[in-house]
């Protein structure tokens, strides 16, 4: 323990006489601080002042927040304690499970507790603390069935969950599954237990969706909305609501995992491969590792849903620790729509240009026939808008911006070329190879994939959704659907096909998860289709994740996926760092640490990004063995906090186990 650093105890103070010492975290993000500090509670605050509040505190001359971990009766620090200033808010903010949950996340991630805090409580408002309680829930609606049936070991894992055993399972969804309702079945069977519930999803298209269902199994009243754009007074006021123990289930987006839920029976996350759910602020936790140290500190069970399925997932099936949920063939055949690639043995034979062709014959047959059937179609496309990336017509060099080397892209076809990046149009731009003028698409966006579109099936409605114009759902009408991945709309009685173009787009990116990714992607679209339709993939029959999809094989392409992993030594195999800052930060943090066998430095590679001083900035790839990442995250905070207690200059970004490494 250290001592609050400030002015000794005013005359006119005098400490509480029980337990008259609070050992507390000042919210000062420095990595040399993160550690408790003792201060003494005057008896004028001896009430207000718990384990868990929120305090005003003297720190280095400046008066900060602090979070208060513990009273004591006497301090190990043999000088003077300056005294806590004055309480922030009249309850505790921080629970015996979400102290000890931040201080896991914070070791895991090699961050600090108060960083961890910041994510996970939310800011206080006077207003929503006075404010009057929700009105007590009625009655729970009656059991309806679960859903998991159709799932082997779906009913005994329920039954766990019922039983308050800490059951932990991924679950690979059927394709036309109400993931929502089976989730909301399962947070009704903890409530019927007397416990709580946490449900994660990836964004607020999700949410409204899981909404919907908890109201339905739960009623009116028993779980809370927590997200990011409901406003700080309105999330304070329903985290609150979960903190007082009023309700006892949460959903939400990312940072709803934290929420100081009592008693929690389920923990769940959907789609734990889509990015949003990585943290982008320091320490950079991911939702699903979270939800997984939470399961493990709290005896709750686990359940990580999704269509497609992650390696980090099936490392926890792979490892024992969590067990499979999934149907069989017979079931899946029933329920999965079919698939074919454009480029397959059949179609190559019956049209030689289907391998080159963005839409090949067969894409046009299968899209006139679902919607001559009176069906609506989903069309994929990996990027937005009309024209993103332009190329020399005559020997396709990319076309750069002259002023900031940006790529030129279009928006609309008699729009003039302009930088992605800065703007500035570029309507007598040349060829710096070959001297050309004349443009050609490279990449073709959502927009001009619709334009296209519109003419080729005139007399149909085409429809676009993604970037701020999302939607949530379209009619069971013929008519074209154009989405970006993530952004397609749910179809009354499911889509009669979907073609899922430019595939490879999305597999040729420079990165670990491109075919992990792309798979996600393309099982999330192809789910929306009718088990009577078909899906076209844009991509070559022969490539693994391409026949992973046609199969509906989500669990092999995991198997695989960790299977090459642990070949190359890439995470969820190891555990690996990525440290990024100006190349002599970097290699300051470095010399700090100290390896264990097995553990390795990978070589350094320059970045975009620039450090305070301008110095160019690089970054460096650390990795060890998966049993030796705690001692890699501790090594990696002591380095830092020393650096920090130099008061070093230039910050370096730690990441353990990034979520990108392209």
Known sequence: MSSGAGAGPAASRTPASVDPVASLYVDVPLPHLD????????????????????????????????????????????GTLAYVERAVGAEPVLTAETTALFRAVADRWAGNFVDVVRLGVPARHARAESAAAPSPAGELPPAADSGFERYRAGPSYLTAVGDGRPAR????????EDWAARFAAAAAIAVRAGRG??????????LARLDAAMTAALGIGRHVVLAADLGPPERYRRWLAVRRGGVRVAIGTRAAAYAPVDELGLVAVWDDGDDLHAEPRAPYPHTRDILTLRSAQSGAALLIGGFARTAEAQQLVAAGWAHDIAADRTTLRAAAPRVQAV?????????????AARLPSLAWRTTKQALQDGRPV????????YVPSLACARDRTPARCGVCSGPLGSAGSQAVPACRWCGRPAAQWACPTCG????????????RTAEELGRAFAGFAVRTSGGDHVLADVGDEPALVVATPGAEPTAAGGYGAALLLDGWALLARPDLRAAEEALRRWMNAAALVRPDGAVIVGADAGVPVVQALIRWDPVGAAVRELAERAELGFPPAVRMAALTGPAPAVAELV?????????????????????VSGEPAERVLLRVPRGDGADLARQLHVSAAARSARRSAEPVRIELDPAALG
């Open 343 to 355: 480029a397959d043995d059949v179609e190559v034979a019956r049209d030689p240009a289907a391998a």
């Open 197 to 206: 519930a946490i449900l994660v999803v990836p964004d607020n298209r999700d």
């Open 436 to 447: 050309g003028h004349r443009l050609r698409a490279l990449v073709v966006g959502a927009g």
């Open 378 to 385: 989903l069309v994929q496309v990996p990027r937005r808008g």
């Open 169 to 176: 399972a991924v679950w690979s969804a059927l394709p036309g």
């Open 591 to 611: 010399a700090g640490l100290s390896l264990p066998a097995g553990g390795e430095l990978l070589g350094s590679a320059p970045v975009a990004a620039a450090g």
């Open 35 to 78: 550690r408790t500090f003792d201060y003494l509670v005057p008896d004028s605050l001896d009430e207000q002042v718990q384990a868990g509040s929120r305090v005003r505190v003297r720190f280095a001359g400046r008066l900060v927040d602090a979070y208060v971990i513990s009273r004591s009766p006497a301090s190990e620090h043999e």
